[in-house]
């Protein structure tokens, strides 16, 4: 692997950590999710900046971007759009949403009902929309990351379980330490507006074909078979759980082998290490599996589970 590809992506990360204090591991969850062609579903409670950390992203990146407010009156034709009789032409012409675009940050998705979530469902797979049957295709670097805040706040509907495994990952958003916050209020205390992106200085990527270059580097890392052996056992033993209900699909084994190359990529290795895999394995696993009621009762969690199942399977040589 060349060094252009780990400077390339460190800049990026540099960039984003100007307006970003902390959060250093959602920013690595994210760049790798951009390799991978991944959609991205971040949690955390308001104020942790999950919409100015995709926002960034996408200045630094020069792509185009648009934000929806996800609300419980929201219609499906608010996100795709709609076709529309032209008295000029006397034809139906279509007016698109705001889904046409490269990023789009679905925000707080999930205070807005199922039939509106499930209108994401053929964008985040096929990368197209469907309006009156007839598909519309989208930008090929099209990429969702939604935000949600904990499931247990009022006003606020679960994902259904076929959307949220297309979800690539699932990054947790972690309140920042004493020394990150007083950061934090010190910078942006003092009139910094965090949403001026112009005013910042930042230094966006150049334009081209970088991403075709990014990803031609991922195909270049090396797969062992050992670690593929690795990524199954891992994925059976989340079915094998006792304290599991429902265990990650193989759409979750084919994700965690993915997001590791790229990893590996990022990181300028031409080859995957079982630490690659095990620092992908919680924000890949989390959301694929349900735990059993009797094991959210003892105060068990997905990251735990995981964790136990980290460390009880044998790493290979």
């Known amino acids: 692997m060349g060094e252009g590809l780990k400077n390339l992506m460190d800049q990026l990360a540099s960039e984003i950590s100007k307006v970003i204090i902390g959060q250093k591991e959602a920013v690595v969850h994210l760049l790798v999710s951009l390799l991978a062609r991944g959609h991205v579903l971040m949690e955390g409670v308001p104020g942790l ?3 100015l950390l995709a926002k960034t992203l996408a200045h630094v990146l020069r792509a185009e971007f648009t934000r929806i407010q996800f609300t419980p009156d929201m219609m499906p034709a608010d996100i795709l759009g709609t076709q529309v009789f032209d008295l000029q032409s006397r034809s139906f012409q279509l007016r698109k ?3 046409f675009t490269e990023i789009l940050l679905a925000d707080e998705i999930n205070r807005t009902p199922p039939k509106t979530q499930a209108a994401l469902l053929e964008a985040m797979e096929e990368r197209q929309v469907s309006i009156d049957g007839k598909p519309h295709p ?7 990351v939604a935000t ?3 499931i247990e706040q009022e006003g606020t509907y679960p994902l259904p379980e076929a959307q949220v495994d297309r979800f690539l990952m699932k990054i947790v958003l972690p309140y920042p330490t004493a020394s990150e916050e ?3 209020i010190g910078r942006y205390g003092r009139s ?9 200085g930042l230094r966006r990527l150049p334009e081209g074909e970088w991403a075709v270059r990014l990803r031609k580097a991922v195909g270049q890392v090396k797969v062992e078979e050992g ?5 199954q056992t891992l994925v059976e033993q989340t079915r094998n759980s006792p304290h599991i209900y429902l265990g990650v699909s193989p759409r979750g084994g084919i994700s965690l082998l993915k997001t590791s190359r790229c990893l590996a990529a990022l990181e300028g290795r031409g080859y995957i290490t079982p630490d690659d895999v095990k620092r992908m394995a919680l924000p890949v696993f989390r959301h694929r599996m349900i ?3 009797e094991a959210e009762l003892e105060g068990l969690t997905p990251d735990k589970v995981i964790t136990r199942i980290l460390d009880a399977v044998v790493v290979p040589r």
């Open 182 to 184: 007083r950061e934090i």
């Open 192 to 200: 910094v507006s965090a949403h001026d992106l112009e005013s910042m």
């Open 148 to 150: 949600q805040n904990p």
């Open 291 to 293: 735990l059993r009621p």
């Open 49 to 51: 900046g999950k919409t």
């Open 97 to 99: 949403g705001p889904i």
């Open 138 to 144: 989208l930008p090929e670097s099209f990429m969702v």
């Open 227 to 231: 670690i593929i052996g690795y990524v």
